[in-house]
C-alpha cells in the first residue's frame, strides 16, 4: 500500500476517489482511510461540502493518536443527474481559523443511464427537406423497462413511437411540419422505472437557420 | 526561561503591529480571481474575456442551488444544476430553449457555479454538450466569485 498524501499529520492513502453507481444506487458512501504519522494527537474539526449532495457519514470520533488508522466516510446523494460527477469536501483540523481547509477530499461517481438516446438532439436546417428522421433508444440494463407516455412540446413536429424490441429498444420516428421556421421541440416520455432518476427522459429537435446534420 | 519567553512575546507583539501597519497604508489583501487565459482548461473562460472579448452578451447558465439562483442569479440566466435535491431532466428542459436560441443569436453560453472547485458548472457543461445543439459552450472561471466581483466593480462605479 503507498500511501501519498500527508497533512499535518494525517496520512491519506488517497484523498480523491472514483467510483462507478449501480443503476438502482440512490445514495453512494466514499471511503478515505487515513493513518495518524505525527507524533502528536489530531482532531478534526468541522467541515464544509461543496453541495448539498455530499455529507460526512459518520464523524464521532474525531481524535485520532500517534500510529492510529481510521476511515472518512461520505455520502454522496445522487439525485436524478447522470453521467460524471464530481464534488469536493473541506474539512478543517480544529483550532485552525484560515478560510483554505486543511485537507481536500475528493469524490468522483459516474451514474448510468437506464436508456442510452442516440441522437440526443434532430436537427434540421432551415428551409431544408422535411426529412423524416429516426432517435433510438436503448435500454442499458438486463431487466425490461416500457416506454409509457410520449409528449412532443412543439406541434411543429410529428412523433411516432415505434417499439424494436419491447422493453429494450425503442425509436422515435420524428418528421418536421414547416420548414419556413426556426424551431424547437422536446420529446418527453416517461418510463416504468422503479428507480426515480429513470422514469423521465428526453429528446430535442431544432430546426436553426445554421446546422450541423 | 522567563527571558526567552518575553522576548517571544516581544516579537509577536512586534509583528501584529507591523501586520496592522501594513493593513492600514496598503488596505486588505488581493482576493481577487486570477484568471489567465493561456493557463486554463478547455472550455473554461475568463470573467475579462466574457465582459472585454464578448461585451457581456451572453446566455448565463447558473449551476448553483435554486436557492442561490433566487437570492441573486444573473437576469436572464436560466437554473441547470447538479443539485441533488432537484430533477435533472426538468431543469434541462425547461432551459433548452434559452440555449437553442443563444446559438440562433452566436451568443456564447457560460455556466457559473460557486467558486473555482464547486465542480457543478463541469457536469452540467458535460451535459450540454452531449446534447449536441451548441458547442459555444464555457465555464466561467472563479464562478460565481468571479461574477460578484465584477458586479461589484460595477456598482461601485455607478456610486462615484
Known amino acids: 500500500?503507498?500511501?501519498?498524501?500527508?497533512?499535518?499529520?494525517?496520512?491519506?492513502?488517497?484523498?480523491?476517489?472514483?467510483?462507478?453507481?449501480?443503476?438502482?444506487?440512490?445514495?453512494?458512501?466514499?471511503?478515505?482511510?487515513?493513518?495518524?504519522?505525527?507524533?502528536?494527537?489530531?482532531?478534526?474539526?468541522?467541515?464544509?461540502?461543496?453541495?448539498?449532495?455530499?455529507?460526512?457519514?459518520?464523524?464521532?470520533?474525531?481524535?485520532y493518536q500517534p500510529g492510529e488508522s481510521g476511515v472518512i466516510e461520505l455520502d454522496f446523494a445522487l439525485g436524478t443527474f447522470t453521467g460524471k460527477v464530481e464534488k469536493t469536501m473541506y474539512l478543517?483540523?480544529?483550532?485552525?481559523?484560515?478560510?483554505s481547509p486543511s485537507f481536500v477530499l475528493r469524490a468522483t461517481v459516474n451514474i448510468p443511464v437506464l436508456?442510452?438516446?442516440?441522437?440526443?438532439?434532430?436537427?434540421?436546417?432551415?428551409?431544408?427537406?422535411?426529412?423524416?428522421?429516426?432517435?433510438?433508444l436503448s435500454a442499458q440494463t438486463d431487466n425490461s423497462v416500457h416506454?409509457?407516455?410520449?409528449?412532443?412540446?412543439?406541434?411543429?413536429?410529428?412523433?411516432?413511437?415505434?417499439?424494436?424490441?419491447?422493453?429494450?429498444?425503442?425509436?422515435?420516428?420524428?418528421?418536421?411540419?414547416?420548414m419556413e421556421k426556426v424551431g424547437f421541440g422536446i420529446i418527453k416520455f416517461d418510463t416504468d422505472s422503479q428507480v426515480e432518476r429513470f422514469r423521465r427522459g428526453q429528446a430535442f429537435m431544432v430546426i436553426s437557420r445554421t446546422s450541423k446534420p | 526561561m522567563k527571558k526567552t519567553v518575553l522576548e517571544i512575546c516581544m516579537i509577536l507583539f512586534a509583528s501584529c503591529l507591523l501586520t496592522l501597519g501594513y493593513y492600514g497604508i496598503v488596505g486588505e489583501p488581493n482576493r481577487e480571481i486570477v484568471c489567465v487565459s493561456e493557463d486554463l482548461e478547455p472550455h473554461h473562460v475568463c470573467m475579462q474575456t466574457v465582459i472585454g472579448d464578448?461585451?457581456?452578451?451572453?446566455?448565463?447558465?447558473?449551476?448553483?442551488t435554486r436557492k442561490e439562483w433566487e437570492k441573486n442569479g444573473i437576469e436572464g440566466s436560466v437554473l441547470l444544476t447538479d443539485d441533488a435535491k432537484e430533477n435533472f431532466n426538468d431543469l434541462l428542459n425547461a432551459s433548452m430553449e434559452a440555449i437553442f436560441m443563444a446559438s440562433q443569436q452566436q451568443q456564447k453560453v457560460v455556466i457559473y457555479?460557486?467558486?473555482?472547485?464547486?465542480?457543478?458548472?463541469?457536469?452540467?457543461?458535460?451535459?450540454?454538450?452531449?446534447?449536441?445543439?451548441?458547442?459555444?459552450?464555457?465555464?466561467?472561471?472563479?464562478?460565481?466569485?468571479?461574477?460578484?466581483?465584477?458586479?461589484?466593480?460595477?456598482?461601485?462605479?455607478?456610486?462615484?
Open chain 1, 1 to 63: 500500500m503507498t500511501l501519498s498524501s500527508v497533512y499535518a499529520g494525517l496520512e491519506f492513502k488517497s484523498l480523491s476517489v472514483e467510483q462507478t453507481a449501480k443503476p438502482e444506487d440512490s445514495v453512494m458512501v466514499f471511503s478515505y482511510p487515513f493513518t495518524n504519522t505525527s507524533e502528536k494527537a489530531v482532531t478534526i474539526g468541522r467541515f464544509n461540502a461543496g453541495c448539498s449532495c455530499l455529507e460526512v457519514k459518520d464523524l464521532t470520533k474525531k481524535t
Open chain 1, 115 to 136: 436508456f442510452e438516446v442516440e441522437p440526443k438532439t434532430l436537427k434540421w436546417a432551415k428551409g431544408a427537406e422535411a426529412d423524416m428522421k429516426i432517435i433510438r
Open chain 2, 113 to 160: 457555479c460557486n467558486g473555482v472547485a464547486c465542480g457543478s458548472s463541469k457536469a452540467v457543461h458535460a451535459k450540454l454538450i452531449e446534447q449536441g445543439i451548441y458547442e459555444e459552450i464555457y465555464i466561467l472561471h472563479g464562478g460565481w466569485k468571479a461574477l460578484s466581483q465584477e458586479l461589484a466593480k460595477e456598482t461601485s462605479v455607478l456610486n462615484q
Open chain 1, 147 to 178: 416506454i409509457s407516455n410520449i409528449i412532443c412540446t412543439n406541434p411543429n413536429f410529428k412523433v411516432e413511437l415505434v417499439t424494436k424490441k419491447e422493453g429494450y429498444e425503442y425509436e422515435f420516428e420524428v418528421t418536421p411540419l414547416d
Open chain 1, 92 to 99: 478543517w483540523y480544529e483550532g485552525v481559523k484560515t478560510k
Open chain 2, 54 to 64: 464578448w461585451g457581456g452578451e451572453v446566455q448565463w447558465v447558473d449551476a448553483r
